[in-house]
């Protein structure tokens, strides 16, 4: 396979003690309730699982990077209407992992749902291929015309595209949740070599992630634009072919774990309970008297008590209304849950807050694939002394660029200097990466205001480059001063977005990881909308002042560094918000007042919690 030289040369370079540990525990199995024993095969599994990634990765990129290009210019679609409906593809797709997330945590599990998604965006990209090769499928090819009218899309040529982009929704809003969970089930939690493998597995799904992204804005889009739209929106067509064949190739090795029934109906449970039992007294010593029951056949992680949102713990009262059946679980979950599922839901209530965190920090990282682009647009592009022109999109490939050099040599070199002098799995907990990510987004905030300062003041005091249409004067400074906001812009995703989306997996109850994957692509819609409400509120704003408005179609007119800063500030206060929740949070499973305390029941020696 592809990627197989690339996983051997990593383990080679294992010392042997740890290889050796490693394969050891991989096989160690684990089996329950008379069912099949599971046989983890680790990174052995994962030429297939990132293999695929990759490959869909390169795919999906590769069409949705142009795509708005394309529907201007093949299927003659006004740029407003084209903005529009990539806004609204893009929301959609982000928020559809939600979907994607419940059906596969509720009825498919993730190696179905992931099967299912993968054939789907093929397809999808098999149709969007289809509207550019066959001519009957898209506008006949707009003619300068006085009048500047070209001809539209027919109702047929519209619907055959929309099916092609429905499709892509059903397919991200499958893999986009589901991939990192499947990955992370072939390793077992319960060895070290387990956990290490989980840790370093979240850094390389980045990694080739990140990779697939700029050979898509290179290359594919290349091709594209300047080869043949129907040969470029092939190619993706064919690689995600190629990604359904590696996914399934390597099927009668992956871990499946199947899925147990809705998540969510746990939590209304509890929700539900806890108020219909709102007016009784909280109970002394919960750890001790609130119910407890675990499922035989649960996948979830037995969970120790702590002591947040303690009005949830109402919903583990037993009263002498609550029945008990002979199993130990009770009559009517409706009317009493167990201390299991409450910690459960605290589990969910608790990332919530770190989550809304999220919104304000990815701003950062909407601004610098938006108005940084607008930056290079008005600054010299030009490579050396040469006429050729740097696009001014392809400046966001520093950015993937620094992103993949960054994360070996923290995933081999950082982590285990850290691990060995401060003793964690990691090198540091998740929630310290994610808080280094954010405080390196201000940092980036404010150097691009910087720069967008410098390039102004050149603009307007020194001799310009032309004019650039609908926007304004070229500024003689070069575009290459713009790569260290770039850079930075990598190493913010390299440690804040990295440690969020292993935050979310590692920190929701097993049967929920792939609705806590969907997460992370929630908010990543919440700040382009966000991002979207900001800008009307500085337009709407700053058009009353003397200054004039900060956001003009050309920046040499307006005041771009002051959005910047604006962005910085609520980062800052964002990070003070993150600050005092990581301050408050406790990982799940982990309660750190907790000793144990031994009772001894009829000769017996039991273990019990206490906070």
């Not at 120790?304 to 713990?313: A, G, K, N, S, V």
């Not at 919903?315 to 199993?327: L, Y």
């Not at 992370?520 to 509120?537: D, Q």
């Amino acid at each position: 396979m592809l990627f197989s030289k690339q996983w051997k040369k990593m383990d080679d370079r294992m010392n042997k003690s740890d290889k050796e540990a490693m394969e050891k525990e991989e096989k160690a199995t684990v089996a329950t309730n008379d069912e099949p024993e599971i046989n983890y095969r680790g990174w052995k599994a994962m030429p297939f699982i990132i293999g695929n990634e990759t490959f869909e990765k390169l795919g999906a990129i590769g069409t949705l990077a142009n795509l708005l290009i394309y529907l201007t210019t093949v299927f003659n679609l006004k740029s407003i209407t084209a903005a529009t409906m990539i806004n609204v593809f893009n929301g959609t797709t982000n928020f559809g992992t939600l979907v994607g997330a419940f059906l596969c945590d509720t009825y498919f599990g993730r190696y179905k749902t992931l099967g299912f998604a993968t054939a789907a965006s093929f397809l999808g990209l098999l149709a969007i291929q289809l509207t550019a090769a066959i001519p009957e499928l898209h506008p006949h090819r707009c003619a300068a015309k006085e009048s500047g009218e070209c001809e539209g899309p027919t109702t047929g040529q519209l619907a055959f595209l929309l099916m092609g982009l429905g499709l892509m929704i059903v397919g991200a809003g499958g893999v986009r949740p589901c991939n990192l969970a499947f990955g992370v089930d072939q390793f077992n939690p319960k060895t070290e070599a387990g956990k290490r493998g989980i840790d370093s597995f979240f850094n390389w799904y980045f990694f080739t992630f990140t990779f697939a992204q700029m050979v898509s804005l290179t290359l594919i889009v290349y091709i594209q634009s300047n080869v043949s739209w129907a040969i470029g929106l092939g190619i993706p067509a064919t690689l995600m072919f190629i990604a359904c064949v590696v996914y399934f190739v390597g099927s009668k090795i992956y871990v499946k774990v199947k899925a147990t029934g809705s998540p969510m109906t746990s939590v209304a449970q509890v929700i539900v309970v806890a108020i219909k039992k709102r007016k009784l007294k909280p109970v002394e010593q919960p750890w001790l008297s609130l119910f407890k029951y675990f499922p035989p056949k649960s996948i979830n992680s037995k969970l120790p008590y702590t002591d947040q949102f303690r009005f949830l713990d109402k919903a583990a009262i037993v009263t002498p209304q609550d029945e008990i059946k002979g199993d130990g679980s009770p009559a009517d979950p409706w009317r009493l849950c167990s201390l299991q599922q409450v910690e459960e839901v605290k589990c969910l209530f608790r990332v919530l807050p770190i989550w809304a965190s999220q919104i304000m920090y990815c701003v950062t990282l909407v601004q610098l694939h938006t108005y940084a682009v607008f930056q290079a647009v008005q600054s010299d592009r030009r490579l050396g002394n040469s006429n050729f022109k740097i696009p001014a999109a392809s400046y966001v490939v520093f950015m993937m660029l620094s992103l993949t050099i960054f994360i070996p040599v923290y995933d081999r070199a950082i982590v285990p200097f850290l691990r060995k002098i401060r003793a964690k799995e990691g090198g540091i907990t998740i929630l310290q990466r994610i808080g280094i990510g954010m405080f390196v987004s201000i940092f980036t905030m404010l150097v691009s205001g910087m720069v967008e300062q410098h390039r102004r003041s050149i603009a307007l005091t020194k001799p310009t480059l032309g004019v650039v249409p609908r926007k304004g004067a070229i500024s003689s400074m070069s575009a290459s001063i713009l790569i260290p906001q770039f850079i930075l812009g990598g190493l913010t995703e390299a440690f804040a977005s990295i440690g969020l989306i292993e935050f979310y997996y590692k920190q929701f109850p097993e049967n929920m990881k792939s609705i806590g994957g969907s997460l992370f692509y929630c908010g990543l819609a919440g700040s382009n909308y966000f991002s979207s409400l900001l800008i009307f509120i500085i337009h709407r704003t700053t058009n009353r002042t003397a200054t004039g408005n900060w956001l003009k179609e050309d920046l040499n007119k307006g005041r771009l560094d002051y959005y910047y800063y604006i962005i910085a500030g609520l980062g800052i206060l964002n990070l003070g918000y993150f600050l005092l929740c990581a301050s408050w949070y406790k990982y799940k499973g982990n309660s750190d007042n907790t000793p144990e305390l031994e009772l001894h029941v009829n000769g017996e020696k039991q273990q019990l919690d206490k906070p």
